[in-house]
């Protein structure tokens, strides 16, 4: 039996893997991988697959990135890990320097957990606890927008709206408002994105009005909505909801998550509106894929409402064992050293260019509804009728004929539903994008009944 049928024997014998249906395996085994180099994973029979969702979205400069396999190399020799309360570590205090450094001015303090949602936790814990610090006792509520997605702790989760991952935990989950989201997919005939921004923004400013005395932050995934389909907005919202949280009094929590480190176009999603979230949120390509690591940025005014006397109780006693892992900080350190030395934002628009050629074409496909794209990310819209935009009834599952035609063809998309996107690390080059394209191309006709 070769390699790749007795690993995937021995998976199925004891693993259970994330966000999967296991019964699906029957049908489609998990594919066991070898090595990665770059743009390519390799499984033990030699076939290769192009990454081209920087394997859940936290890949930036190719896997076996040389330069930061050898920080996690040099830091392994020095320091594993120490507990971060009571000590500290030279990776540790020189990321949170540089992290204050290319952040929005202003987010001077560094907390740090080591994923995703345990980032969102801290966020969600510190913006609430902050009031109850200057005695704002009634802000206990959160607001979110639909359609977004946090994470799936059960705090992070409450702040989410993608009823898949949501409904069967509602009964375990903290109550939040849900405000309609600027989903620019969501417009009205002839209403710009901008547009959108608008009028979602006077149903906020309602809630605002309404509930301010209770809501401790609102919290956003800055120009695109991942988890929720790749939904992408204008960033106008955000620059008009950083003035109505500021003039409520009313924290607004960035979830730079997914969108962090170069993936919109700025090195934060934030920069293209011109604000300054009271808390920024970080992970994913944190450490350039390699190791599991988060962050979240704050205000001096948020810092100083914890800073007393012990006795006074206002500390933020929240720790996860793992926080600020020096591996994790080195692999972050080499992450960054990258944006510093070489043209990252400025080839990313070059490649961003390139794929938004390569993908025009579509436009005119019959089952296409929208070809969308914010820097590196793109995201075509599968759509039964592009009158209307009818979709595809989730139970057809026509986004996983697409997955199984590109994986036979080389390439690993993940669609979300009937969204196809494109989430490459940065060291794709342009005959790879050409392939990637081609490939969803080909995949999106098999998938809507062509030539099956
Ligand atoms: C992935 C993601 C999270 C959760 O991060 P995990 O590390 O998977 O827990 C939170 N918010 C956004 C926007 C994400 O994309």
Redo the contacts with the bound molecule.
Sequence with gaps: MNPNDTLVQRDLAVLWHPCTQMKDHERLPPIPIRRGEGVWLEDFAGNRYLDAISSW?VNLFGHCNPTIGAAVKAQLDTLEHVILAGFTHEPVVRLSERLVAVTPEGLNHCFYAD???SA?EVALKMSFHYWQNVGQRRKTRFVCLSNS????TLG?LAVGDVALYKATYAPLLMDVITVPGPDCWQREPGESCADVARRRMADMERVLAEHAEEICAVIV?PLVQ??GNMRMYDPLYLTLLREACDRHGVHLIA?E??VGFGRTGTLFACEQAGIRPDFLCL??GLTGGFLPLSVVLTTDPVYQAFYDDYEKLTAFLHSHSYTGNPLACAAALATLDIFEREPVLERNRALAAHMAERCAPLRDHPHVGEVRQTGMIVALEMVKTRDGRAPYPWQERRGLRVYRHALANGVLLRPLGNVIYFMPPYVIDEAQIDMMVKTAEQGIGRAVGEDV
Excluded: L, P
């Design positions: 979205w994923n995703g949602s969102v997605y946090h994470g799936e992070a995934e991942c988890a979830d998550i997914a992970s994913k």
